[in-house]
């Protein structure tokens, strides 16, 4: 995975900007989440919690969108994300993708935290932050994702819990 790789391939990025802490270093690219401080943050600090399944599901209720720009350590400030917008993001999924698939993150090899710009196909749309939207000459390892903020935009239908079909729990 590459680090700061704009992954933009289409359509409006329907931009914003959003606080990062010093603390926290972001790549062009990163799944970005928001925090209780209303900062960003990228997917690889969101806590783990008990299932791959419940830590999308927690995710994708906090997904603020894909930076723009990078944010070294030590550097405070504003970055600009997008919200919408068609992304090339690295995929693990085990079995083919077909149009309309939601994917969500998903863990790193060693199982302990998020990957930054990787997705796989889930089932459930209460764990998705997007859903494959182009599937000619998309290279090897790669899907190209409508993406859908839930913080600015309300997510993937369903996966904000205001949605009917997102668990009781």
Not at 45 to 56: C, E, I, N, V
Not at 94 to 114: E, F, I, Q, R, W
Request: proline share 4%; net charge negative.
């Amino acid at each position: 995975m590459l680090e700061n790789k704009m992954r933009w391939k289409w359509g409006e990025t329907s931009p914003i900007t959003a606080e990062v802490a010093s603390s926290v270093v972001i790549h062009t690219g990163d799944l970005l989440w928001m925090d209780t401080n209303n900062q960003a943050r990228p997917a690889s600090d969101f806590a783990y919690d008990t299932s791959l399944t419940k830590t999308q599901e927690k995710f994708a209720e906090v997904f603020l969108g894909i930076a723009m720009e990078n944010s070294p350590a030590g550097t405070s400030g504003y970055i600009r994300i997008a919200t919408t917008g068609t992304f090339e993001l690295d995929d693990t999924t085990d079995t083919s993708v077909a149009l309309g698939n939601y994917v969500a993150p998903v863990l790193n090899s060693a199982g302990t935290y998020l990957e930054r710009s990787a997705v796989a196909k889930v089932t459930a749309s209460y764990q998705a932050i997007g859903r494959i939207c182009h599937t000619e000459n998309v290279p090897q390892e790669m899907v190209f994702v409508a993406i859908i903020s839930t913080i600015l935009r309300g997510g993937v239908a369903g996966s904000d819990p205001k949605h009917a079909d997102a668990p009781t729990s």
